[in-house]
């Protein structure tokens, strides 16, 4: 008998528990104790129905992701639900947790579906580049209609249990024990013929009935969401055969899209994301059982944007927040922001009046920093100023109690440096939030000389606590994104000085699937942050060329961006859509003459290679220097703190799609031309010249 999946009896009922932790994953022991354990409870003469149950935190949460892409193994995901299908005796899904994906699928091979209310159900394959493979695309719809399969299918989006229920998902919703609730429905159910089996649906499929506008606006919208991205389109698709094609025949275009989809380099993309993101929260030198420190209350310093976004997301999750300034009208005036932002989110019908009541009420305000003594957390998010950071850190080594965890918000100063203002270097770090922090998913969590063990294991697992991702990251300056970011922006400005033009520049960026380019995003951030801290610096030596002189022309004319009206682009009154400006046109000339530049036309292929494979060399450097622990890690950085479009990978995994020794190619090409900046990175080169890639640096064939 199988280890993964058991079978015992509970008086008439057989109960077919699924034991594989962590998720139940659907790998190939669990499909083939599937089919025993099925085998056995309908040879039994004394069983006369079946519960179908998940042992642990979950139903089955899906196909094992680690098998994809290789061998297949028998027996398939389809033999499981064709025993399903041919099952004499009612099989009832008992549902908790995440019924995701092959889980969903298996659930739906059964006769009935009965869930804990806390349940959550779901196809998410398409966020692994794929659709769902084992008859979901053509079950779904036949049970809840065409519509709402679509919306699941093509998003990827869980509902939760009484939604599922509202739909015709389940069944049943079970109060208290799942298994009693289980045992007690298919007690009920036992003597029930014919057997309802989905498959034999037809009403919610029937084409005369179905609208086929669905088909086409629901193709129009996801093509508008993917960027580029071919499986939520793959998912329209295989709907649409289940109207168009009787339930055999839609399967089987189900599995061709299934497979075609399979091969893609998006679904590889995808599923290296998935990966990358679980693998960012292991340490080499953190044991999983490191000891950590409970963060029941968090300070934050400074009630701005940054610090207001910050204090929503501990709220959010539970913990309490205190929001400290210098004045009390400050400290308002954030309380406020915060109180008008979860309004906005309650009147949009995305959060319950009490819980918005809770989450506010978590928040107090603060001006005098001694009553800080009981937090066990703090978060400084003031100014970038070296002085005034040393500064604070010092007056709260005097304030909070011992174990407390100093943390600042910097984006680019030195952590260490910080570290040394107080007597306790062991608990400082640096927690960098991306705007805005309620929103954001990426963390930065910067580890320093003397950051202790503890200190970064409760950092990491707070992180996942407050619904981020985190990554540990080495101290340097803009540490991982923003140094790319830098390179990356700097190249966006240097082409236009060239010939290129915004629209030209932002055009190849979005199409390769970013939702904004370099231009419009300069805008939203603002042209007059770089501007000032430009102002204070020393002009670039010579043969250093100036990145900074058209943004800052068009900032000295009040042209900050989108809060101005016209930045890099001009916007109407209330619009966020940019416009491509004469004038800002007329300004590019300008500088391009002022530094003795004779503009040229600039090719698509130029942008991008440019804009990418700087960030991409940069990267490299960062990995070489160890600032990165993986490439896998700089890939999770890009895609939930910068936009990367996730179905590309990562800028490093994307890089290996490319081939190494191409890139290595273009960026010797580019240092001939346009300088030193374009050095290529050593490790970049080694990896060229022996035809690897970055994922053979974390173990994995590309
Ligand atoms: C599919 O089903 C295809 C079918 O249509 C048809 C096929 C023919 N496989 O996320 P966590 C691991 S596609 C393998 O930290 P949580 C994960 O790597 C699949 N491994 O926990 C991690 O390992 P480690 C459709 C998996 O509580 C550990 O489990 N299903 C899988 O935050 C814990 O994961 C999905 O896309 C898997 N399917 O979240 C669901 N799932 O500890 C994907 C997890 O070594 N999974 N692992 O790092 C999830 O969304 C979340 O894991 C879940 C739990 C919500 C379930």
Redesign the pocket.
Known sequence: MSDVVKFEKRGHIGVIGVDNP??N??GQAVRQGLIETLAKALADTDVQAIVLIGKG??FV??????EFGKPPKEPG?AEVLDALDASTKPVVAALHG?A????L?LALGCNYRVAVKEAKCG???V??G?L???G?TQRLPRLIGVPKALEMIVSGDPINATQARAVGLLDEIVEGDLLEGALTFAARVAEQRPLPRVRDLTANVDKTKVDPAVFTKAAKDAAARARGGQAPLRCVEAVKAAVELPFDAGLKREREL?EEAMKSTESAALRHV??AE??A??IPDIAADTPTLLIRKVAILGAGTMGGGIAMVFANAGIQVVLVDREQALVDKGLGIIAKNYAATVSKGKLAQPEMDARVGRISGEIDWNNLGDVDLVIEAVFEEMGLKKEIFGKLDRICKKDAILATNTSTLDVNEIAQSTSRPEQVIGLHFFSPANVMRLLEIVRGKATSKTVLATCLKLS?TIGKVGVVVGVCNGFVGNRMLHTYFREAQLLIQDGALPAQVDGVITRFGFAMGPCATSDLAGLDVGWRIRKGLPKPPPGVRDSGAVGDKLAEMGRFGQKTGAGFYKYEPGSRTPVPDPVVEEVIEGVSKELGIERRAISDDEIFERCLYSMINEGAKILDEGIALRASDIDTVWINGYGFPPHRGGPMFYADTVGLPRIYAKLQEFAAKYGKVWEPSALLARLAKDNQTFASLDGKKA
């Open positions: 962590p998720v994953a659907l935190r979950t949460a899906g196909a094992d992701i680690s995901f995440t995701l994906g092959g889980g699928e196809l998410p394959e966020k692994l794929i769902p493979g084992a979901g299934f998935f990966f679980r693998t929260a292991k996942k």
